[in-house]
């Protein structure tokens, strides 16, 4: 009798904990839609967003668009990302951005280390890591993506591989300054190719990332971390994913430039 009661205690402290991670829907635009397609896609989310708050719902324009989606955004819940920045202040570095002027220009997150990132444009952990300090000392909040490749996977490194980019992009991180990043599990194989991982496979990723948070910092900081899971996230798979023990929200892609479908992931919540 004693023993049940124990456990139903903390079935009910442990759903208290996990009800406690609200959900994060994040839209990265990635480099689509100019000033007017932006305007008209974010005005058709907050419409049909209306006053509906169940999650947070980020949406991470291109840098040309962040000031007029800003303007359009900011009576209402919807926050604004930029989808990378340069980790130093100012400068002769010719076609960067700051953590700064995303700041004055309304960014509340960055996302930062997309595997488009690390591997078009040649990004490494160090350069994650710098970028990552630089944005928690801004007061910026970070999307901290990982994951691996299909060859990972099928060579049964992703758990190695997942270790190690968290560790070094975390590394020199408070675990105050952890409170302001999400972590955003993406298997680039997912990404873009209509290949989504399963929720089994995603929850035990998930599940990994979160022990490794625990092992690292500790156990308050690994029950509070939001950890999203992206690659071909669309409306039919959402609710499946979203409803996985450890999977806090998505970040989604392709399904997140028309107001339809990012609403309808939404609702999936
Ligand atoms: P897709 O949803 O198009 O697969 O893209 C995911 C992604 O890269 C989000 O950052």
Sequence with gaps: MFVNLVMEFRKFNFNLEVKMR????????????????????????????GNDDKCDVIV??????????????????????????YFEESGAYTGEISANMLKAVGCEYVILGHSERRTIFNEIDETI????IKATESV??????????????EKGTTND???????????????????????????????????????EQAQDVHSFIRNLIKENYSSEAAE??????????????????????????????????????????????
């Excluded at 324009?61 to 009576?75: G, H, M, Q, R, Y």
């Excluded at 910026?140 to 996977?153: A, D, M, N, P, W």
């Excluded at 899971?229 to 929200?249: C, F, H, M, R, T």
């Design 22 to 49: 609200k959900k994060v829907i994040a839209g990265n635009w990635k480099m689509n839609n100019d000033i007017n397609e932006s305007q008209n896609l974010v005005s058709g989310i907050i419409n049909g967003l």
């Design 224 to 269: 509070g971390i939001i950890i999203q899971y992206g690659g071909s996230v669309n409306p039919d798979n959402a609710a499946e994913l979203l409803s996985q023990k450890d999977i806090d929200g998505a970040l989604v892609g392709g399904a997140c430039l028309k107001a339809d479908s990012f609403l309808s992931i939404i609702a999936s919540v």
């Design 161 to 199: 591989v997942v270790r190690l980019q968290l560790i070094k992009g975390l590394q020199d991180v408070s675990e105050v300054d952890l409170k302001n990043i999400i972590i955003a599990y993406e298997p680039v194989w997912a990404i873009g190719t209509g290949k989504t991982a399963t929720p």
């Design 140 to 153: 910026l909040k970070v999307i901290f993506c990982i994951g691996e490749t299909l060859s990972q996977r």
């Design 129 to 132: 890591n710098k970028k990552i």
């Design 60 to 85: 991470c324009p291109p840098f040309t668009s962040l000031n007029d989606v800003n303007s359009l955004i900011k009576e209402t819940q919807v926050k604004l990302g930029a989808q990378n920045m």
